[in-house]
Structure formats: structure tokens, C-alpha cells
Nanobody, 115 residues
Framework: QVQLVESGGGLVQPGESLRLSCAAS????????MGWYRQAPGKERELVAM???????NYHDSVKGRFTISRDNAKNMVYLQMNKMKPEDTAVYYC?????????WGQGTQVTVSS
């Protein structure tokens, strides 16, 4: 069983930056694709950024050029650097780990962008 714990959420103003962290309970980053998803009130959960076991990345169109996903295998950590934030980025952000047959989710962290 893999546990994922997110941290770093909070309230920021438009244009500001925030970095989310996801701590994994085991050394899984070399065999699991890691991703960040978000869910806004009344909306479906959507993929924000995905990092494969190599260096491949995939971003939602709305965050391209503003958000960056990265990982530190030695620390079992995954990060989401969010710059130039917008009110529409407001959501609960979830860390995800997956490989064929296995999917794990964190409990989520609230991000609010408001002036």
C-alpha cells in the first residue's frame, strides 16, 4: 500500500506563485507515473500535470508555461510549481501515482487564488 500526502496549499493572490509537495511512503517514483489532478466545486477532477517514469511530461493546456511538475527520487517527493496563478486555478489538488493495475491518491490540498 502506497500513501501519498500533499502539502503546500493555501490562499494566494492572482499572479503569485505556490509550490505543492507530495510525499510518497515508499520508493515508487522510479516505477510509477506521478501526476497532479485538481477538482473545483461542481466540476470533474482533471489532470493538471503528469510526469512519467522517465522525463516525459504532460500538462493541461490551461497551465502550460505556468506550472512545472518535478520529482526527487531520493526523497520520494513530487512537486508542482505554480506560477502566475489565476482565480480559475482554485481547486483541491490531488497527488496521484499509477502504473498498470495500481492507482493511489492523496487526500488533497486546497488552493485558492483570490484578491
Amino acid at each position: 500500500q502506497v500513501q501519498l500526502v500533499e502539502s503546500g496549499g493555501g490562499l494566494v493572490q492572482p499572479g503569485e506563485s505556490l509550490r505543492l509537495s507530495c510525499a510518497a511512503s515508499a520508493s515508487i517514483l522510479s516505477i510509477y507515473a506521478m501526476g497532479w489532478y485538481r477538482q473545483a466545486p461542481g466540476k470533474e477532477r482533471e489532470l493538471v500535470a503528469m510526469l512519467g517514469t522517465g522525463s516525459s511530461t504532460n500538462y493541461h493546456d490551461s497551465v502550460k508555461g505556468r506550472f512545472t511538475i518535478s520529482r526527487d527520487n531520493a526523497k520520494n517527493m513530487v512537486y508542482l510549481q505554480m506560477n502566475k496563478m489565476k482565480p480559475e486555478d482554485t481547486a483541491v489538488y490531488y497527488c496521484n501515482a499509477r502504473r498498470p493495475g495500481f492507482t493511489y491518491w492523496g487526500q488533497g490540498t486546497q488552493v485558492t487564488v483570490s484578491s
